[in-house]
Each structure stands twice: as structure tokens, then as C-alpha cells.
């Protein structure tokens, strides 16, 4: 990967289905766009060192950011699988000029149950627990639609 600018978010991120043992997922609707929902989602960082920070660590780190919840008290799961995507136009100013895709690496994280978060009110707005078919209906990225998918496939459903 080409050096890219600390005041430049890395086109490599973490999405994370936040969902329970009977499908319900955690949706939230963005602050910067209504109507636009989504997984927990986020960028990776840049260590003091200069290196990326691993996509676990990543998604460990989004979870608490945006909604309050400490992942490792639950089942994070690497998919170890990714998606390479376009970066809408109305983004790419984040990243350094030329970046037009980012791969995001997938994760699930099971809880036993629905739960109250703390949205992060700077990235969300409102969140909702609801089916995981549900979900694939309001989510505004094909991204988080083939997660919701593969989470489905994972408990021996289809869309």
C-alpha cells in the first residue's frame, strides 16, 4: 500500500454485524446523511509507529465508538472475508487524491440479546434492532447487504 497521510482516512476499514443468535441486527442512521443506514462501521488507523492498525483491532474500536459496547465481552468474529468497493464521489475528499476504492473486512459480533447502545451523535443519529432480512432492506451499501447475506448463510438461511 502507497504511504498515505495521516490527515487522510485509510481506504481499508471494518464493517461489523452487530446482531443476536435469532438474527435481530443492530442498524444505526448516519448523522451526515438521513435515511442512510448502516452496520457499525469504520476506517483503520494509523499507529504512533506509522503502521496500520490490524482490521480485529479496528473493528474492536468501532464497536466502542459507536455504540458504546466493549466487544470483547461478546463473540467478535473475523469472516475473513472482504469487499472492494467505490468510494461515493460526495467522500473521497477523506482521502488522499486519487483513492477511489476501499476494502472492508467483515465481522460479526453476537450478543445474546438486543441491548441499548450509545450512539456516537457525531456519526449517528437513531438505531433500530430489527431482522436481519429487515436490515438488508434499509442498509444503503451492497457491502452491508452481502454481510447481512453471509450472516444469513452462516445459520443455513437465504435473502
Not at 437513531?126 to 447481512?148: C, I, M, Q
Request: charged share 25%; proline share 5%; with cysteine.
Amino acid at each position: 500500500m502507497s504511504q498515505v497521510s495521516a490527515e487522510y482516512k485509510v481506504p481499508v476499514s471494518a464493517l461489523v454485524l452487530v446482531h443476536t443468535s435469532d438474527l435481530q441486527v443492530l442498524i444505526m442512521e448516519r448523522a451526515d446523511k438521513a435515511g442512510f443506514w448502516q452496520s457499525v462501521t469504520g476506517s483503520l488507523e494509523r499507529l504512533p509507529s506509522g503502521e496500520l492498525e490490524r482490521p480485529i483491532d479496528a473493528a474492536l474500536r468501532e464497536v466502542k465508538e459507536e455504540t458504546g459496547l466493549d466487544a470483547a465481552d461478546y463473540k467478535l468474529v473475523d469472516w475473513h472475508c472482504s469487499h472492494v468497493y467505490e468510494i461515493y464521489p460526495h467522500w473521497r475528499f477523506r482521502y488522499a487524491p486519487g483513492v477511489a476504492e476501499n476494502t472492508e473486512h467483515i465481522f460479526g459480533l453476537e450478543l445474546p440479546a438486543p441491548v441499548a447502545v450509545q450512539l456516537a451523535p457525531r456519526e449517528h443519529v437513531a438505531y433500530e434492532w430489527v431482522d436481519w432480512r429487515e436490515a438488508a432492506k434499509r442498509v444503503f451499501s451492497w457491502t452491508n447487504v452481502e454481510a447481512l447475506r453471509k450472516l444469513g448463510e452462516r445459520n443455513n438461511l437465504t435473502l
